[in-house]
């Protein structure tokens, strides 16, 4: 398997890191364009550098560079995940703005009809938000947001990371065991209400 994964400049620069670092786990080869935000934010919001953040990846490309092979549809990949996805990121592939490796690597997914996964942050979300996410959703692209789960009891944000991570790998078949699905807890549901 081979991924295109994009980190932007939104909040959330652990989600893209912890997809990279999964993904090299599973031996899948990964393409990584980082924004110039998202490589800011990886500095400001956790204890990695932008130097390990590419270590992980296969290839890397900057986001400057139109030329990179994943902005053209005769380079094969499975997909790609955007994580963070910027609502700028997100209005600019919405409306097919390709002015960076990001957005163009994004077009091309959808015009080779190839998965794409949005991990959006923001809150709240206005009505422009909202209808870029709409726009996309109708052409078969997955909006996931990295909303937990709290059936497993998250301990930490570790836990909270690995679940929206792998609620994301789940999109491309990718077995892990970064949280426990639904069905594998037993619960009493007959307490009086």
Known sequence: MKLIVAITGSTGAIYGIRILETLKRLNVETHLVMSEWGQKCISMETEHSVDYVRSLATTVSSEKNMAASVSSGTHKTDGMIVSPCSMKTLSAIANGY????????????????????????????????????????????VILP???????????????????VGKCLD???????????????QYDCQSSL
């Open 98 to 141: 390709d002015d960076t490796l990001v957005g163009r690597a994004a077009d091309v997914t959808i015009k080779e009809s190839r998965k794409l996964v949005l991990m959006v942050r923001e809150t709240p979300l206005s009505a422009i938000h909202l209808e870029n996410m709409l726009k996309l959703a109708r052409l078969g692209i």
């Open 146 to 164: 990295p909303v937990t789960e709290f059936y497993t009891k998250p301990k930490s944000i570790d836990d909270i990371v690995n679940h929206g």
């Open 171 to 185: 999109q491309f078949g990718l077995s892990h065991n970064l949280y426990s699905q639904w069905g594998s807890f």
